[in-house]
């Protein structure tokens, strides 16, 4: 019961923190607190794929695609927001379609090891297709985004536009975890060939899993894409692929509100390094150091913590009344 | 493209698949024991990089020591990392995936505030050009190929004569025949990263060192393994031949980046068609 009413709390709270923003510190934070939500987006829709068993080591190269093709389309051909946001959701899931159907009937190591090379094509295709996509000086002069041919020129209501964006694939990812699919995914990533004997189409599944994630990677990217008003081939490196799945798994695999505690947690701690080498050096430590000591991730802390407080008063079974 | 030039982006492609196909027998080796992926393999290949520059240019030590010594030092690194990420983790495989990952994106941003911004280069071992079928061909490429197939040779012998290659086929039954699974492991993650380090080491002489030089390698490593197919090692050796020529001939006659999407989609291509890769075996 506490389970199922944790949820809708912690989004409700988040999204009255989240409307506070803009009103309490000023451009900086705005600007900080809306690519914290885009990084909620990415780690969030990656957590069906995982739920299945997949290590999808290339989301980063699907926000990728969603956001050149945005940028592109909104630049180029002057096609308002929405459009352009679904048109490089919808790429983005096509080339997810394209990647997963090969290499998701096979085992997990294949699926993985194909997404990693994947980042590195996607990063070659923007850097070599200079003239579309100018590649290494960067493709700038996007334009701002716009809902119902209204231009959003302030951060502030770019900020709630992400906002608003983050909530609606929260609650679509929440009730799909939550259904029966959910369940199957679930089955899938605990014991596949028992689902797979009960009648269960694994590879559709997962494939559908994968393409779903592709779909929230790609209006993310086009999100940002259109309020960085900058993208470098580069920057959707390996890298932020690394951190996309870094995100699920220190703010733990078991529960639906894992990824956006690993996003929200270390995207806000490590604003202070950012562009520096030490934020990798920091996020990998992270990393390592919650795999070794913290499976479950951050949201099983406050659980360990409860423990090991019972664990000490039980060791001690008769406090002394002046403590 | 000149006959001339055919046989020599072919011999250089033969010199660029060996260090291919040293990087790939570790990954298929660590594969078939443990049915894990090292992505830290690209890190340790750095590594056997930069023990190369300090130990063979800075230090002065001849070539060969260093060589080994680099080998040596990241198979012992390689062993710990087993005592201290595989085995406390228990078998996971995809937390120790996720491990593996973590500790590849430390090592190479650690690279950098320890070994500096600026690239570095080792000067050349065995510098000029030897005339080979009346084309001039680098003897430091050249010496790639003898020193690869040497350590090829003697990991399948050192596998098929010792208990390994049991345990390689059949990790579990070896458990139950008395072999000591720990030290089974440890000995596949200590050969895998002293081939990765060898790797390095040979490549040292020939490309600009850098933090993040393990990347390409080992996105290549990944192709070939699944191309070849995973835990085949006669898969590893000729897939790693063909990607070094089709990396040598097609980058030659196009340039290096179509020559990594050429071989991208024929893996994808592969997959659809040969989802276990050449000679790999279904799950």
């Given amino acids: ?323 | 493209m000149t006959l001339a030039l055919l046989v020599q982006s072919a011999i250089v492609g033969v010199s660029l698949g060996s260090i291919y196909i040293l990087m790939a027998l570790g990954l298929t080796l660590m594969f078939g024991m443990m049915h894990i992926i090292n992505f830290a393999h690209g890190a340790v290949y750095m590594l056997g990089a930069f023990v190369i520059y300090y130990v063979f240019f800075q230090g002065g030590v001849p070539y060969f020591a260093a060589f080994v010594t680099s080998m040596m030092l990241l198979g012992v690194f390689g062993y710990l990392v087993e005592r201290s990420i595989y085995r406390p983790i228990k078998g996971g495989i995809e937390p120790t995936l996720v491990a593996l990952l973590a500790l590849t994106t430390f090592l190479q941003a650690a690279g950098y505030p320890v070994f500096g911004q600026l690239d570095k280069h080792v000067p050349p071992v065995f510098p000029g050009t030897t005339n080979v079928l009346g084309v001039g061909i680098s003897i430091e490429r050249l010496m790639i190929i003898p020193v690869a197939a040497a350590l090829v040779i003697g990991l399948y012998l050192f596998i098929n004569r010792t208990r390994l290659s049991a345990a390689m086929r059949a990790i579990e039954a070896a458990a139950l025949q008395g072999v000591n699974v720990h030290v089974v492991n440890g000995l596949a993650f200590a050969i895998g990263f002293a081939l990765a380090a060898a790797s390095g080491a040979l490549m040292a002489p020939i490309f600009k060192l850098d933090p993040m030089m393990g990347e390409q390698p080992l996105l290549k490593a990944f192709i070939i393994i699944i191309l070849g197919g995973l835990g085949s090692i006669p898969g590893a050796i000729l897939g790693g031949l063909m990607l070094g020529l089709i990396d040598s001939i097609v980058a030659t006659a196009l340039g290096a980046e179509p020559a990594f999407l050429l071989s991208f989609v024929f893996i994808i291509l592969l997959l659809l068609f040969r989802p276990t890769g050449l000679f790999g075996y279904a799950s």
């Fill in chain 1, 1 to 323: 019961m506490r389970r199922k009413l944790g949820v809708p709390i912690v989004l409700a709270m988040l999204a009255a923190l989240a409307l506070l923003v803009p009103a309490l510190g000023g451009d900086y934070y705005v600007h900080v607190f809306a690519l914290v939500f885009t990084n909620v987006i990415l780690a969030a829709s990656l957590r069906p794929s995982l739920t299945c068993g997949q290590l999808n080591i290339g989301h980063s190269a699907f926000m990728s695609v969603g956001a050149y093709t945005s940028a592109l389309l909104a630049k180029n051909l002057a096609v308002p927001f929405e459009i352009s946001l679904l048109c490089g959701a919808l790429l983005a899931t096509l080339v997810g379609l394209a990647i997963g159907y090969p290499s998701l009937r096979l085992r997990g190591v294949y699926f993985a090891m194909v997404t990693v090379a994947f980042v590195e094509v996607i990063r070659l295709i923007a850097q070599l297709w200079v003239s579309l996509t100018r590649g290494m000086s960067g493709l700038s002069g996007i334009p701002k985004p716009s809902v119902l041919g209204m231009t959003l020129t302030s951060r502030a209501s770019q900020y709630y536009l992400v906002v608003g964006l983050t909530l609606v694939i929260l609650l679509v990812l929440w009730k799909l975890e939550h259904s029966r699919l959910g369940l199957i995914w679930k089955s899938i990533g605990m014991a596949d060939n028992l689902a797979q004997s009960l009648g269960v189409n694994i590879a559709r599944h997962k494939l559908l899993a994968f393409m779903l994630g592709c779909f929230f990677a790609g209006t993310a990217g086009a999100f940002y894409a259109h309020f960085i008003r900058f993208l470098f081939p580069p920057e959707f490196g390996f890298l932020m692929a690394t951190n996309i799945l870094v995100y699920n798994y220190v703010g733990g695999r078991g529960h639906f509100v894992g990824p956006i505690v690993g996003a929200t947690f270390l995207s806000l701690l490590s604003e202070p390094f950012r562009g520096s080498p030490y934020e990798t050096i920091f996020f990998s430590i992270a990393m390592l150091l919650t795999i070794l000591f913290l499976p479950g991730g951050l949201i099983t802390l406050p659980r360990k913590l409860a423990e090991l407080r019972s664990w000490r008063t039980a060791s001690a079974p008769t406090p002394s009344p002046a403590a």
